[in-house]
């Protein structure tokens, strides 16, 4: 059987994802002096509350060393589904790592273009095509299309963050913290990056923007719907009842990694889906 092996960015810490027949390579963060293994050293709940004593922190993919361990443990064929390249050098370091490993042919190191709620939904979809005995050219082709056709908003709530990551100006920022605007990010097509969508007064305003985009592409039950959030559950209930009341579809919420919470800070929330 195909063994998939992926990143913390699917949200499954090493033990969740063992117990789907996933093998699971952490990100890891540094905050106050120390480095974590997401989902392993450190919970999403534990690291927001060492950010909320004033620590800053930042975060790295996993080694090349450890890619390239999980590869050789494998005695078959392994693809690798990496979250967005661009957004971090895990795919980059896939590569690397798959060059190094034993009998790389045999390694399938794809770039998935996204991160979060439709990676999780990917690899997931990939899982259930292995355990049915398909080859990699069959699975491959059964996640083409969730890989294709999706979408992921990033709606943020400390204006910090996005500064120190360079995503607002500092003078866009100050006045966005003071006036309390919020920005709606989308995550371009080629995965690489977070483009300003928009700007609204209130947080419901920016949902519902991003719900008519969703109604425009046709988004309902033939889609994975998620909603991921760092620490907000206010937020994540709006979403959720916006999301029932104008689409009529159910949606699976998850917590935020600590490596997405560096990124998008404290109480962002993302809401994201792909084709099934």
Same mark, same amino acid.
């Given at each position: 059987?195909?063994?998939?092996l992926?990143?913390s960015? =699917?949200?499954?810490?090493?033990?969740e994802?063992?117990?789907?027949?996933?093998?699971?390579?952490?990100?890891?963060?540094?905050?106050?002096?120390?480095? @974590?293994?997401?989902?392993?050293d450190?919970?999403s709940?534990?690291?927001?509350?060492?950010?909320?004593?004033?620590h800053?922190?930042?975060?790295?993919?996993?080694?090349?060393?450890?890619?390239?361990?999980?590869?050789?443990a494998?005695?078959?064929?392994?693809?690798?589904? =990496?979250?967005? *390249?661009?957004l971090?050098g895990?795919? /980059?370091?896939a590569?690397?790592?798959?060059?190094?490993? #034993?009998?790389?042919?045999?390694?399938?190191?794809?770039?998935?273009r996204? &991160?979060c709620?439709?990676?999780?939904?990917?690899?997931?979809?990939?899982l259930?095509?292995?355990?049915?005995?398909?080859?990699?050219?069959?699975?491959?082709?059964?996640?083409? #299309?969730?890989? #294709?056709?999706?979408?992921?908003? &990033?709606?943020?709530? !400390?204006?910090?963050?996005?500064?120190?990551?360079?995503? $607002?100006?500092?003078?866009?920022?100050?006045?966005g913290?003071?006036?309390?605007?919020?920005?709606? &990010?989308? &995550?371009?097509?080629?995965?690489?990056?977070?483009?300003?969508?928009?700007?609204?007064?209130?947080?419901?305003?920016?949902?519902m !923007?991003?719900?008519?985009v969703?109604?425009? *592409?046709?988004?309902? !039950?033939?889609?994975?719907?998620?909603?991921?959030h760092?620490? #907000?559950?206010e937020?994540? !209930?709006?979403?959720?009842? $916006?999301?029932?009341?104008?689409l009529g579809?159910?949606v699976?919420? @998850?917590?935020l990694?600590?490596?997405?919470?560096t /990124?998008?800070?404290?109480?962002?929330?993302?809401?994201?889906?792909?084709?099934?």
């Amino acid at each position: 059987m195909v063994q998939i092996l992926s990143d913390s960015s =699917t949200l499954y810490s090493v033990s969740e994802g063992k117990d789907v027949g996933l093998v699971v390579v952490p990100l890891s963060v540094q905050i106050n002096n120390k480095s @974590y293994r997401e989902f392993e050293d450190i919970s999403s709940k534990e690291f927001l509350k060492i950010i909320a004593e004033g620590h800053i922190p930042t975060s790295s993919q996993p080694s090349i060393g450890e890619k390239e361990e999980a590869y050789n443990a494998v005695n078959g064929e392994v693809i690798d589904l =990496t979250m967005a *390249d661009g957004l971090s050098g895990t795919y /980059q370091s896939a590569m690397i790592a798959k060059d190094m490993s #034993n009998n790389p042919e045999r390694i399938h190191v794809i770039n998935t273009r996204t &991160l979060c709620g439709p990676h999780r939904y990917i690899v997931n979809k990939a899982l259930k095509l292995a355990s049915e005995g398909k080859g990699v050219k069959e699975i491959l082709s059964g996640i083409e #299309n969730s890989i #294709n056709v999706g979408r992921s908003f &990033l709606i943020p709530y !400390d204006f910090a963050f996005l500064k120190r990551g360079g995503r $607002l100006s500092p003078l866009a920022a100050t006045l966005g913290g003071l006036l309390r605007i919020i920005p709606i &990010l989308e &995550l371009s097509e080629d995965g690489k990056s977070l483009l300003k969508f928009g700007v609204k007064k209130t947080y419901k305003k920016a949902v519902m !923007d991003i719900i008519e985009v969703m109604k425009n *592409d046709g988004v309902d !039950d033939s889609y994975d719907v998620s909603i991921s959030h760092a620490g #907000n559950d206010e937020w994540t !209930d709006i979403t959720i009842d $916006l999301i029932k009341k104008e689409l009529g579809i159910n949606v699976s919420v @998850y917590d935020l990694s600590p490596a997405f919470i560096t /990124q998008g800070g404290p109480g962002c929330v993302a809401i994201q889906y792909c084709k099934k």
